[in-house]
């Protein structure tokens, strides 16, 4: 048996995040220093800061919660983390975001608020610079709301925007001058984004964008998981959808190999994962062995009376058959001394039609005596009975009377059923002796050529297993009304029921085709006379296959009890139940334990698969693969050498394992031979973005270049932005 497989626990997902309480040091350390503030504004985290410090001072999710307080009679706003301390605020979270576009910007206001709150800032405005990240191609709308809320609400000195992606190359070493290139490849929470990088700048005119991301696969993941469990115990929720994709999917390499290794009884335990929901285990109370032995004694004394009860009525029956054999022999009797009138006036009011249904009667009542009576002496009723007379058999009918031809004709019909009786009984043991016979040679057959003999058993049962299915897929079709064999057979009974059956050749199309079959009455006719019961045939095959199973069960060695056809097409040895149920332990639907366990396998590998292959859920786009391709040939041959020479991956979707080496493996397809590449990841795909906003920040000449200025604001409006390498161009 098989190592025991590990068991994953999933529970509510619980935020132990620590309460961020309001700063102290501004005072000391930062007012009135002009230190710049780096926010990350990610459509999933935010994570904002203080430039000069080395990691952001707050990580929260960017979710808004508006409800009211029912104990406290209050309308509370709760920002982040603190959203998941109340129920109602849980159910009444909203982003700012749609897509990765910043739509809410009330919400986005009570974040900045939350971020400046927290920092200690207690001026009434934001005397310090910002850096703030934003998407690939944001809308200038957006932007421009943005920086209306940021000068007018705020009236932030000057601020920098940058995508975060190329924010996060820049931490990890690359656009540091004009000659560093690559392929920027942000796998994020909404989308993916292909950003091609030249000369040290971004290039997006030539970015390709995916709609497929960690909220996607969240909720594939979701989907999958609904589609398999419909009848699971517990709804899991959209947490807890996003902790089975973080912590089980992976990238697969090659995913027909990974599908083929799934499916494969022997790898199967590889790649499955147990996954534990919480449960109540319901409480069993344990019974001591006195318990056990008067419930035992309980049982048995209720077994005894029922077969008293039994025997009882079987007498009770038994005496009233005897009672009704003495009054049906005595009214027989009587016929003697009573005149035929008066006899028959008796016999028609007792309840018989004449005297031959009274001696059928009395014939019935006494086999059913002499069968309970030895029913209870235990003797065996098959046993052959003497010959019946056949004294008038030879005696031509000319020289009886009426009665004894009566006699003759129920002698010759015992005689009959006697010599069948007969036959069949000798037939059964010349065939008894011939499967003797024949055992007998295959005994010694099996032992002189034990190999051969196996071969042929197992050749045997294969065609018995072919000609069971054969009959079971045939059956299949014809239950479908759609089937080519179903609509043969339907066309055969309506020229069978037409008055003028249509001829052989090739109908003209002017003619007026056959339409029977087309109304479901027709079809509701068919099935009526198509109904059979199991044929013979079909009983042989099975006494066949058994029997060829037992002997391969017992001479060789290499069959096994799986290998049987019944255990072969059990529906707990399919591969969907073991798809969803598992290969080990065995399936127990009474284990609540199991009840409530779910079973990821193909969906590990299938929810990744979906960024190089969007058809899987439908989404009309190239994949990942395909999608650098298109990018990298735009550029010639030189230009080409240096945008594929590095290869940056980030975002958090990109954490999943396995995403770096499909990457590696897909150029190695698509490049040419001795092509020189690289494919980087990010240190922290989750941290760089704001690290490298924070460099960007504390480089002066950088920040006083791009920046755009409140002046500049009031000047240009609120759509105007300074072009640079790491951000976005003005439209």
């Given amino acids: 048996m098989s190592e025991e497989p590990p068991v994953y626990t999933l529970d509510e997902k619980e935020y132990n995040a620590p309460y961020y309480s ?35 001072a707050l990580i929260f999710d960017n979710i808004v919660s508006r409800y009211k307080d029912r104990k406290a009679n209050l309308n509370m706003i709760s920002v982040g983390m603190d959203v998941y301390a109340d129920p109602a605020g849980r159910s009444n979270a909203r982003s700012p975001f749609d897509g990765n576009v910043v739509c809410d910007f009330d919400r986005m206001e009570t974040v900045l608020d939350y971020i400046f709150t927290t920092l200690g800032i207690n001026t009434s405005s934001i005397d310090h610079p910002l850096v703030m990240t934003e998407p690939v191609c944001v809308p200038p709308y957006s932007r421009k709301q943005m920086d209306e809320l940021l000068f007018e609400c705020y009236g932030v000195p000057s601020v920098l925007f940058g995508i975060d992606s190329l924010f996060g190359f820049y931490a990890n070493g690359g656009l540091r001058d004009d000659d560093s290139s690559g392929v920027v490849i942000s796998a994020g929470h909404t989308a993916t984004h292909v950003i091609p990088t030249l000369h040290g700048k971004g290039l997006l005119e030539r970015t390709k964008r995916i709609s497929y991301g960690g909220t996607q696969a969240t909720d594939y993941m979701l989907k999958l998981m609904q589609l398999k469990y419909p009848t699971f115990p517990t709804k899991m929720t959209n947490s807890q ?79 009233q058959r005897e009672q009704e054999y003495e009054a049906f022999t005595e009214l027989k009797n009587a016929k003697a001394t009573s005149t035929k009138k008066d006899w028959m006036a008796r016999l028609k009011e007792t309840g018989f039609k004449d005297e031959a249904d009274l001696d059928d009667t009395i014939k019935q009542v006494d086999t059913a005596i002499q069968r309970a009576r030895n029913k209870e002496l235990g003797i065996d009723e098959n046993e052959e009975k003497e010959p019946p007379i056949t004294t008038l058999v030879d005696i031509p009918d000319e020289h009886l009377t009426e009665a004894e031809r009566k006699e003759k004709r ?8 006697y010599d069948a009786r007969q036959r069949a009984k000798k037939a059964k043991e010349e065939a008894k002796a011939a499967e003797e016979e024949q055992a007998r040679l295959e005994e010694e057959k099996r032992l002189q050529y034990p190999e051969k003999w196996i071969e042929e058993v197992k050749e045997k049962r294969q065609g018995v297993v072919d000609r069971i299915k054969r009959r079971k897929r045939l059956a299949m079709e014809l239950s479908d009304r ?8 339907m066309r055969s009974i309506a020229n069978l029921a037409s008055d ?23 079809w509701m006719i068919y099935r009526e006379i198509s109904r059979e019961d199991e044929s013979d045939e079909e009983e042989e095959d099975l006494s066949s296959l058994n029997h060829y199973e037992s002997l391969l069960l017992q001479y060789d060695p290499d069959f096994l009890p799986e290998h049987s056809y019944e255990a072969s097409a059990s529906p707990t040895n399919t591969l969907m139940h073991m798809l969803a149920r598992g290969k080990w332990p065995p399936y127990d639907p009474a284990d609540m334990g199991q009840m409530h366990q779910l079973h990821v396998n193909v969906e590990r590998v299938r929810v990744g698969e979906v960024l190089f292959q969007p058809n899987i859920v439908g989404l009309d786009q190239a994949g990942l693969t395909e999608t650098m391709h298109d990018i ?76 755009v200025t409140k002046q500049e604001y009031e000047e240009y409006g609120g759509e105007y932005i300074k072009a640079h390498g790491l951000g976005n161009v003005f439209q």
């Fill in 500 to 522: 003028t059956p249509s001829p052989k050749q090739k109908r003209r199309r002017k003619e007026e085709e056959d339409t029977f079959g087309a109304d479901d009455e027709d």
């Fill in 410 to 417: 129920k002698q010759k019909l015992m005689k009959a059923n």
């Fill in 482 to 489: 759609r089937s080519r064999a179903s609509q043969l057979r």
């Fill in 632 to 707: 990298v040939r735009t550029f010639n041959a030189d230009e080409r050498k240096q945008v594929v020479k590095t290869v940056f991956v980030t975002g958090g979707f990109s954490t999943l394992p396995g995403f770096s080496s499909r990457i590696s493996s897909s150029l190695q397809q698509l490049l040419p031979v001795g092509t020189l590449y690289s494919v980087k990841r990010a240190k922290n795909p989750l941290l760089d973005a704001w690290r490298g906003a924070a460099m960007i920040a504390q480089n002066a000449a950088y920040h006083q270049q791009y920046a």
């Fill in 22 to 56: 309001i700063r102290t040091d501004y005072e000391t350390e930062f007012l009135n220093t002009q230190t710049p503030i780096v926010i990350d504004n990610g459509s999933h985290q935010c994570r904002a800061g203080w430039a000069t410090e080395k990691n952001p």
């Fill in 241 to 319: 959808a996003q902790e089975l994709m973080h912590n089980h999917v992976l990238i697969a390499d090659d995913y027909q190999s990974a599908l083929k290794k799934i499916g494969n009884r022997d790898t199967f335990d590889e790649v499955d994962r147990i996954i534990q929901f919480p449960y109540t285990a319901p409480v069993i109370e344990e019974k001591t062995e006195e318990e056990l032995a008067r419930q035992a004694a309980k049982k048995e004394e209720n077994a005894r009376r029922l077969r008293e009860a039994a025997a009882k009525s079987r007498l009770e029956k038994l005496v």
